[in-house]
C-alpha cells in the first residue's frame, strides 16, 4: 500500500570503480528501506514555521500513506482543531510563529484532543523536552523526523 522511503541509516557499500563518481574514500552509501503497510485511515496534522522542514515531514507521512494537512504557525493549528478537524497524529514544532508549540500544545489540549501529539525542536536541551512533555506532547524528538522514529508510531496508531 504504501512505499518504502530511505531510511536514515546508510550502510557503506565497496565498488569497483575507486573514486570515479562516488565517495572520495570509494564508498558509496546505500539505504535500508522501512517498510509499513496502514491497515487503517491515518491523519496528520504538521505544525511547522519553517517551510522546508514542513514540507519534509508532510513527504514524509504521505510517503507512507498518511493524510496530512500542514499548517505554519499555531494559531492556525488551534483555528483547525476548533473547526472540528480530527487527527490521529499531530506533528508539531516547538518554535512557531504566533503561537509557539508550547502554548499551541497546551490549547489543543484543553479543546480535549487526546490524539497523540509529537513534540518536534532542532533544541535538544533537557529543559525543552520538560517543557513540551508538561505541555502536553506524548513524545519529543529532535528534528529531523526520520522513518526510524515515524514507522513504530504509525504501527502503534494503526493497531499493528
Request: aromatic fraction near 4%; proline fraction near 5%; charged fraction near 25%.
Amino acid at each position: 500500500m504504501a512505499p518504502a522511503i530511505a531510511s536514515g541509516n546508510p550502510a557503506p557499500r565497496r565498488t569497483n570503480t575507486g573514486n570515479e563518481g562516488g565517495a572520495p574514500d570509494g564508498e558509496e552509501r546505500s539505504y535500508v528501506f522501512n517498510q509499513v503497510v496502514l491497515r487503517n485511515r491515518l491523519t496528520a496534522l504538521v505544525v511547522d514555521g519553517d517551510r522546508f522542514c514542513r514540507t519534509l515531514e508532510h513527504g514524509l507521512l504521505h510517503a507512507y500513506g498518511v493524510e496530512t494537512q500542514t499548517v505554519d504557525n499555531g494559531s492556525a493549528a488551534v483555528e483547525l482543531i476548533a473547526s472540528g478537524e480530527k487527527f490521529n497524529l499531530i506533528v508539531i514544532d516547538m518554535l512557531l510563529p504566533l503561537l509557539n508549540g508550547l502554548e499551541t500544545t497546551r490549547q489543543i489540549r484543553a479543546m480535549g484532543v487526546r490524539c497523540k501529539i509529537l513534540g518536534i525542536t532542532a533544541c535538544s536541551y533537557e529543559r525543552e523536552r520538560q517543557a513540551f512533555l508538561a505541555a502536553g506532547v506524548d513524545e519529543f524528538i529532535e528534528k529531523p523526523l526520520t522513518p526510524d522514529i515515524l514507522v513504530p508510531i504509525l504501527r502503534e496508531l494503526d493497531g499493528q
